[in-house]
């Protein structure tokens, strides 16, 4: 373990050393730490002029992500003061950022009141930027991309799986006949990306991001921190400034369903590259029984009517 430990810092200094204006002596000194990942690998760098944060992008990851549009976007947000500053994007995806010292927000620590109304200001924050993000994000086509990305490597969601994506149908036609205005999203707002120094949030990782429905994002946080109504009341609070109405409550909790779904075969595309991090088999398995579940509710279906106008 330990010599696997010194090949991958020496490969990340190698990384290091090939950025404009990182010199091979400062690469060589560097301290490197590993800072936590489920697809690609980060390390804390500490340079003679500062702390940043070096992301090399992980395997089959260039099957679902667009580098340029991320990069584009990354740089936008940090304009917008809800990202750490960019200072490399490689081509080849490594990106080299300012390091940001704040706490990546752990299941126990996003459900406490602070921590949402401080998401809750930061999601707002890059809603309203005004910011032009390269590339639409659309949840809908983004499932079935990754089936399409499942299917070439001839992995396949099961019979079970394959009947919540057709019942999640009437959910995609719910959405496309109700479209809003898209704002520049994050889209993948979970706790390990959203770093806390206690006064404020910091959003990293881009590599989802785009122009959005704006309920993607709280709907998402909302999913991924398995929030309880009243946390989620305080997280949907702090983002409209007030308690949100029918119409917007509704459309997070529609949201939720599409969440899910892209979440689980995320996962199957993790487990079909040999991404042993976690059990990703076993995390589509529940997520997609959890969506299931989700849509067989009356308050879902309620919320289905509202955004209908029935």
Known sequence: MEGHEENETDAARSRLAA??????????????????????????????????????????????????????????????????????????????????????????????????????????????????????????????????????????????????????????????????????CHCDPTGRNLLDTGEKIWLVDWEYSGMNDPAWDLAYCAVQASLRPEAEATLLSAYFGRAPNEAEAARVKVMKAPVELMSALWALIQDTHGNRVADFRAYAARTFEECAARMQTPDFGDAMRRLRGD
């Open 19 to 184: 950025i404009p204006g990182v010199s091979a002596g400062a690469a060589k000194t560097a301290g490197i730490e590993r800072l936590p990942g489920l697809t690609n690998r980060v390390y804390k760098v500490a340079l003679p002029d500062g702390a940043f944060a070096l992301r090399i992008p992980g395997d089959g990851t260039a099957a679902i992500i667009d580098r340029r549009a991320e990069e584009v976007n990354a740089r936008a947000a940090a304009a917008a003061g809800v990202a750490p500053e960019v200072i490399h994007f490689g081509a080849d995806g490594v990106m080299l950022t300012r390091f940001v010292d704040g706490e990546p927000l752990t299941p126990e620590k996003i459900v406490t009141p602070g921590a949402l109304r401080r998401v809750g200001a930061a999601l707002r924050r890059l809603h309203d930027s005004g910011m032009k993000f390269a590339g639409r994000f659309d949840a809908f086509a983004t499932i079935d991309r990754y089936r399409g990305v499942l299917a070439e490597h001839g992995a396949s969601p099961t019979v079970r799986q394959r009947e919540i994506l057709a019942d999640a149908e009437a959910v995609r036609a719910v959405l496309a006949a109700s479209p809003v205005t898209p704002k520049p």
